[in-house]
C-alpha cells in the first residue's frame, strides 16, 4: 500500500489548492466502502474520491465524473447528504502527520469534519461533529473489535501514535544504534525504527544512501541525510514530485517524490493522477473484476442484514437485575393498587434499600392493568434472556463466516472460485439461485514445492481451507494470519524439522493469501495440524487453534513453484 504520510501530506496540499471554499454538491456511494463527492470549485466540478477499501484506501481527486454503486443506503451517506450538500469544504488538514486527512466542512446543519483514516484494513471514513463525537462511520468497530471502537455517540479518538523515533531528531549515531538492533534487510528495519518510514519509502531511502534499494547495510549519516530530506525537507518546502514508477513500462507505485530504486518512473502532474495511473494499472491486472463486484454487493447486504438481526436481539436483551426490576415494578403497583388514583402517570414508593422508586403508568389503564403489564414484560424479558445469547452466537458465526467469504471473494483467482461464493451466499439464503451452484467445476487447494523439495498446501477459500486441513497429518504446520480472514496453509514436514528460514516464508506466503495483504507487517499463527479443530456447526474452514506461536512477517508474494 503506497498512500503513505508523505502521500497524505502531498493531497492535503493538492486538495487544498483545488477544493478548499468549494460548495458541495453531490455525495454519492462509488462502492460499499468508497464514497464520492462533486464539489463545485474554481468555476468547475472538481471529484473527490475517499476510500476506505483495505488493499486500495486512499484519497484522490477523479478526472472523470463518478458512476454510483451500490443502491445501499448506508448510515454514512446518509448522514453527509443531509449535512453537506450545498455546504462548503473550508479546508484539508493532516493530523499528527499520520495517514489521516480532516476535511473541515461548514455545512448547513453546522460544522462538520470528516476524518479520511488511510491504514490498510483498519481504514474508515468517520464524521465527527463540532463538540468531537462520531456521527457516524462508514465501518462501525465495536468495543469487541478492536480497543478503539468506532460508534455513534462516542467521542472520536485519533489512533494511538507509534512508539517509533522522528527522523528529524535521530543523529547518525542514533540511527545506526537503532538499526543494529533489528533484524532483515535494511529497508526493513528502517520501517520498525523510524516514524512516518513506510515500505516503498524505506526502499526510495537505503537506495539513496547505498545504491542498492535491498542493501543490508550502508551509512549511517547517508541514511539520516536521506530520510530527512524526504520526511522532513521535503513536507516542510512543499516542494512535491508526484511520481508513478514502472516496471516493464507497467505502473507498480506511486509516491509523491522521485521512486529513483525502481527500473523506471514518469513524472505526473498531480498526485492524484499519480494515484489515478497506479490504480487503472491494477483495474486492468485484476480479472473479473464486475463478476466480483455483483457478488460483493450480495455480501454487503448479507452482512447488513445479519447486523440489523444482531441489533434486534439485543435490544430485547436485558441483565437479570434489570429482569428482576421490572418484575418488582408490578408487584409494587399491585401492592399499591388501593391508593393509585384513575388517569395517575407516575407510582413514587420507597424501595427495600430506602431509595425512591419512580415507576411510570399508563394513565389509560387501571391499576391492575398496569401491573400485568409489567408481569407481561418480565416474562418477555425471561423468555428473551434465556435464548438470546444462543442467537447471538448463532449471528456472530454467520458474521464470522461472511467475512470468510469476502476474504474467498478477495483471494478468487478464476471464475469458478467467485461461484463457490456465490453458491456459499445462496446456501445460506442470502441469495435466490438463478441457476445451479458452479462450485464442482472449482479447482483443489494449490499445491506449491519448496527450494528445499517440501511441498506446501495452499487453501484460497473456505472448501479448500478444510481440504489442506484434512490431507494434513498431524505433525504437518498449519499456517493462518491471525485476527483476519484467508487461507490455511499446511508444510508437509513428514515429522522432520523444518528450518526457520523456511517457517518465516511460509508464514509470508499465509500473509499473501489473506486480507491483510495490503499491509507492510502481518502476524501469522503457526501451530502443528494435531492443535487445530474445526468448529462444530460453523462453516467449512472455521477453526480454533492452540499451542501456536506467531511470527510478524514482511507481505511476500508467492515466490515458490507449483508442483
Partial sequence: ???????????ADELNGALAGGRVQEVLLVDALTLGMEVYAQHERRY?????QPAQARVHLSAEKLRRGPETPLPLLLLLRKHLRGGRLERVTQPGFERILRFEFAGLEGPLALYAEIMGRRSNLIAVDAEGMVLEAIKRVTPEQSRRPILPRR?????PPLRKASIASLTPSDLGALLAGGEGALWRRLVDAVAGMS?????????????????RAASPAELAAAGRALLVELPARHAWTPSVGLEEGRAVAYAPYALTHLPAQRTAES??????AYLAEQGRAEPYAEAKARVRRSLDAAREREMHRKAAIAR??????EIDRVREMGEWVLAYASQIVPRQTELVVEGVAGEELHIALDPERSAVENAQRYFREYDNAKLAAQGGPERLAEVDRALERLAQLEAD??????????DEVRAALVQGGYMRARKAPLAARAAGPRRLETDEGLVIWVGRNSRQNALVLERAAPTDLWFHARGVSGGHLILVTGGREVPEALVERVAALAAHYSTARGEARVPVDVTERRYVRPIPGAGPGQVTYRNERTLTVALAHDVMRDA
Fill in 271 to 276: 498526485m492524484s493522477a499519480a494515484i489515478a
Fill in 199 to 215: 515500505p516503498l519509502l524505506a526502499h526510495e531511502v537505503v537506495y539513496r544512501a547505498a545504491s542498492d534499494a535491498e542493501a
Fill in 409 to 418: 471473494l478477495a483471494l478468487a483467482e478464476n471464475r469458478a472460485e467467485i
Fill in 48 to 52: 473527490l474520491v475517499l476510500s476506505a
Fill in 155 to 159: 467521542p472520536y479518538e485519533p489512533p
Fill in 316 to 321: 430485547g436483551l436485558r441483565s437479570p437485575s
Fill in 1 to 11: 500500500m503506497y498512500f503513505d504520510t508523505l502521500t497524505a501530506a502531498a493531497m
